[in-house]
């Protein structure tokens, strides 16, 4: 009887070990870290700094020496630049991958407050690790881009499967196959449990930052805005890891070793993944290749730049610098009629139909005054105001684009004379409308006073 008892109550202490604790009590043991740590981190992060501010005043002094923008100027000098660049590349990767050993490193520490190892000592021990980092890295990043030619989906359940791997490469000193096997294997065992912790962490997160993003500040303390934003990215970020590493820490302890599990599966969907990255590539290139499929693109492309971009390619190519500002405005004109399916206008009504048009809409809704005189109106009026507005999308790009400037000749009379007949109601308006077109384009874009 004794050893029945005895016998359930080692069943019932196995389960106990083999579940993770509640969420409540894993971001209480990640805040209690993370303050007991906090110092180290900050001092971690200050010294980071300095270096690398060390390391861009360096490479600055070094490229000086070495005859600073001369240098780039200087075709035999390619060797060097190139020694220069990928020296400072090493420079910068050695340490990120030192400083996230030394995170973890200080997260990790067992060890006694009055046996305390430096800040200093945890990034000299992180450099040890560079290499393994970056090995373990560029493995991931071949498993995570596999799984993204699979349409995301397995990349993101391949990110969460390899979570721990970094803390076992540092932290048990597992080789870098090693770390992604137990990575693997222990997130099995707890997958749901786990998933729905981390998937927690990450709205926690957002949340905290919408909070943050939804103060509104006053313009005189936008900087101080800006800072305590940062700072709460900062501490944000140090809690998400001590979570993850306290996830860590319990997924070990109630890790099954005698329950075997593979990463065959990453590797087939890593492999089938870059399969099938390797044919879409291969297949976009041949169609590029391919003269009919070539030529539809440049067509969807041009169009798709007609529509978004207001001057675009068709301007340049079809506008030629002797043309005067007025042409340049008809031609403008032409092309984006011609892009909308329209016939171009005829020599005689280019400018005047788009100026008449215009004219009949401040008639229609501005109450646009027949007997006055079209300058008058156009300076003393709120009609002005409307014609301007309409018009500018095409002055302001022409006048971008204007070789030089446009002498035009002193206005003997206005478009619409007073006494005359208003050239909107006409059925041919050209000869009321060219007879002042330079000016007219002149007084729309500013060059000349009414």
């Known amino acids: 009887m004794e050893e029945t008892k005895t016998s359930n109550n080692t069943i019932s202490e196995k389960k106990l070990k083999n579940k993770l604790p509640p969420v409540r009590t894993l971001i209480e043991e990640s805040w209690h870290l993370l303050s007991s740590k906090a110092l180290k981190l900050l001092i971690l992060a200050a010294l980071v700094f300095v270096i690398s501010f060390l390391i861009v005043i360096f490479f600055a002094i070094i490229g000086l020496v070495f005859g600073g923008i001369s240098l780039i100027s200087n075709p035999q000098s390619v060797g060097i ?13 050695a340490l990120t991958l030192a400083v996230q050993a030394a995170y973890v490193l200080i997260l990790g520490d067992v060890k006694d407050e009055g046996d305390e190892i430096s800040v200093i000592s945890y990034l000299k021990k992180g450099f040890l690790y560079s290499w393994k980092l970056l090995l373990l890295g560029l493995l991931t990043m071949l498993f995570m881009i596999g799984g993204l030619f699979l349409f ?10 390899l979570m721990f791997s970094v803390f076992i490469l540092i932290i048990e000193n597992k080789s870098v196959i090693e770390s992604v096997r137990l990575s693997a ?5 707890f997958f749901g449990a786990i998933i729905g912790r981390v998937v927690l962490l990450w709205i926690l997160s957002f949340a905290i930052q ?13 900087g101080a805005a800006v800072s305590l934003s940062v700072i709460f990215s900062i501490l944000v970020g140090w809690f998400s890891m001590a979570y993850v590493f306290k996830l860590y820490v319990h997924t070990r302890e109630a890790y099954d070793p005698e329950k075997k599990s593979s990463i065959t599966w990453i590797w087939v969907v890593t492999v089938l993944g870059w399969f099938i990255g390797g044919l879409i590539i291969f297949g976009f290139m041949s169609a590029t290749k391919n003269i009919n499929v070539a030529e539809m693109i440049k067509t ?16 340049d190519t079809n506008m030629e610098t002797e043309e005067s500002l007025t042409d340049q405005v008809l031609t403008y004109m032409n092309v984006m009629r011609a892009s909308s399916g329209l016939e171009p206008l005829t020599e005689s009504q280019q400018l005047c139909a788009y100026s008449a048009r215009r004219l009949k809409q401040m008639k229609d809704f501005e109450g646009f005054d027949d007997y006055a005189g ?16 309409g018009y500018s999308n095409i002055v302001n790009i022409v006048r971008d684009r204007q070789v ?12 619409v004379k007073e006494q005359e007949d208003n050239a909107i109601f006409k059925s041919s308006f050209s000869d009321t409308c060219v007879r002042a077109d330079d000016d007219f384009v002149s007084i729309v874009i500013g060059e000349k006073s009414i």
């Open 81 to 93: 630049i190139s020694i220069l660049i990928i020296g400072f590349i090493v420079a910068v990767v």
């Open 152 to 161: 995301f989906i397995p990349a993101f359940i391949i990110s969460i499967f």
């Open 185 to 189: 294997a222990r997130v099995s065992q």
């Open 210 to 222: 919408m909070i943050i993003g939804s103060f509104n500040f006053d313009g005189n303390v936008n």
């Open 300 to 315: 969807a492309s041009n169009k798709a730049i007609s529509e978004n971009s207001v001057m675009s390619n068709d301007i």
């Open 374 to 389: 079209f300058y008058e109106d156009m300076g003393n009026q709120a009609t002005g105001s409307t014609f301007f507005r």
């Open 404 to 415: 030089g400037e446009t002498e035009a000749a002193t206005i003997g009379a206005s478009i």
